[in-house]
């Protein structure tokens, strides 16, 4: 008879080592969220992100909470992961261990490239009972992905297009991409009338509760700038824009 010995196996009164195979996590849990999430480093998106160039990126000011070796190993690690042809697989495992039906991907980070982009749709694919709010700056993927290749994606993913020009409208035309494939669409700004992100405003001591407005495909949220030097950054943008027009 065969018979568990912590991490060995006992046969015909031999022990044998177990090779279990060891899996490091990949989830992260923001304060803000009541759900688990994904993050990659900023070195996925930094070089081709206003937020970031301007000093506005949020990821980038929060220097404490980023500035952990914990944190940054998780970063290293998840980076590997996502460019590795294990990355659905085991992904899928940790989401599906989890048993939630929310999850987020990118707290911080972006995809990496397009077969990211689509190892994500896969991982949502496999979890239909989760629901994905997948933020990203990427519209060039996207428009690879939906216009140029038509590929779809299931109802559980909810890609949000962030706005790429920081305290702005979204650009017409990528509204009418986004309005063509269903997708909804972010942006920011200093003005607390037109923001519609409890969390941004500090309802809620800054947490999303039960909202969950963002996990759904009808919502286009407006998030208020609230990091302080993110505003302070932002309020520079704007004077610059400002004086560029005279
Ligand atoms: S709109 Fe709701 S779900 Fe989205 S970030 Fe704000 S509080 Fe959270």
């Not at 048993?99 to 972006?110: M, Y």
């Not at 496999?126 to 700056?137: A, D, E, G, K, M």
């Amino acid at each position: 008879m065969n018979q568990i010995l912590d991490k060995f196996l006992i046969i015909d009164n031999e022990i044998v080592k177990l090779k279990i195979p060891k899996r490091l996590n990949h989830l992260s849990s923001p304060s803000k969220l009541s759900c688990f999430s994904f993050d990659l480093p900023l070195s996925v998106c930094q070089n081709r992100c206003l937020y970031f160039k301007k000093g506005i990126c949020y990821s980038k000011n929060n220097n404490l909470h980023e500035s952990y070796p914990s944190r940054k190993k998780l970063l290293k690690r998840n980076l590997k992961l996502a460019k590795s042809n294990q990355f659905v697989k085991i992904l899928t495992e940790q989401i599906r261990f989890k048993k939630q039906r929310l999850f987020r991907f990118f707290s911080k980070g972006d995809f990496v490239n397009f077969e990211n982009l689509k190892d994500i749709v896969k991982i949502c694919e496999n979890l239909p009972s989760v629901n994905f709010w997948i933020p990203t700056s990427r519209d060039d993927l996207l428009i690879e992905y939906f216009e140029k290749q038509n590929l779809k994606i299931p109802t559980n993913c909810i890609i949000k297009l962030s706005c790429p020009i920081p305290l702005s409208d979204m650009p017409k035309f990528l509204k009418d991409f986004c309005k063509k494939y269903n997708i909804s669409y972010s942006c920011t700004s200093l003005n607390k009338k037109i923001v519609n992100c409890p969390s941004s405003l500090g309802k809620n001591n800054s947490q999303c509760l039960d909202c969950e407005k963002c996990f759904s495909k009808d919502f286009n949220p407006v998030y208020l700038i609230h990091n302080p030097i993110s505003i302070s950054n932002s309020k520079k943008l704007v004077a610059k824009r400002i004086n560029d027009l005279k």
